[in-house]
């Protein structure tokens, strides 16, 4: 996503050295940073809430408090945040991009947060360089280094970008993605977290999509393939594309497979290019097979 990004006069209204506050219940009513939160289980999460609705947003800033009129945007600046219900939003700058509505006032159309960009909700954290919410498209990106989601269970990271598409109810982690629970890891290129709206309000992960290099390790198996589809509530993964799993030094051969974090059974299954077989490597002597549960001898 391309940010609106406007050569800024001097400011036009700066208050300083004291911490100055403002409340921007009119300008930022269409809604703050609905900043998600990829990965519930093992690490997506479910999309920041409080930053939704009418309520007012509090604005704090070190340095200055701006209004740019000719470029129509407000501007917080130094160690800056937002605060809405029980959500907040920091970074070292902040704008707000406004647009004027006949009948309406003022309404927000982008938000942008710059330097070590931090959104705080109950649970969950989100690190990164710069952020930007669509409000129209009802679309959110966080980008640059050290791209990190931390929940109370799950740790999130990417090397390009960690995304939320509101409307769509779906979390993204790009660039070598990777999502760790325990001791058990998803890496992929792309991780794509599917959300489901429950009865009270709240959503949860329903499904993780990988694409790309797919990598699951787990403290007994090691899983490749070209595809991922991991379900949370069984606990389940579905590796399709080039499947290999190692356990020691055992090793099982298709073109798709399932494995079960639970039970740690893991049942490969051939392709038509392979011909309707699965091809395996056992060694003599290991006691776990890739395909056997831990602890049982082969």
Known sequence: MT?????????????????TALTLSAILAGGFFSFASPLSTPAFAQGLPGMGGKQPVEINADQAIEWHQDVRAYVARGNASAKRND???FADVLTAYYREVPGKGNEVFQLVADGNVRIVSPNQQVYGDHGVYDVDKQVAVVTGRDLKLITNKDVVTARDSLEYYEAQDLTVARGDAVAVRGNDRLRADVLIGRLKKMPDGTTQMERIDGSGNIVV?????????????????DNVAVLIGNVKITRGDNQLNGEAAEMNMNTKINRVIAGRDAGGRVSGLLIPGEKNGPGAPAGKKQ
């Open 3 to 19: 940010s609106k990004r406007s050569p800024f006069r001097p400011p036009t209204l700066h208050i300083a050295p004291f911490r």
């Open 87 to 89: 959500s907040t939003v």
């Open 217 to 233: 390790t787990t403290p007994t198996d090691v899983a490749l393939s070209e595809k991922l589809v991991y379900s949370v509530a």
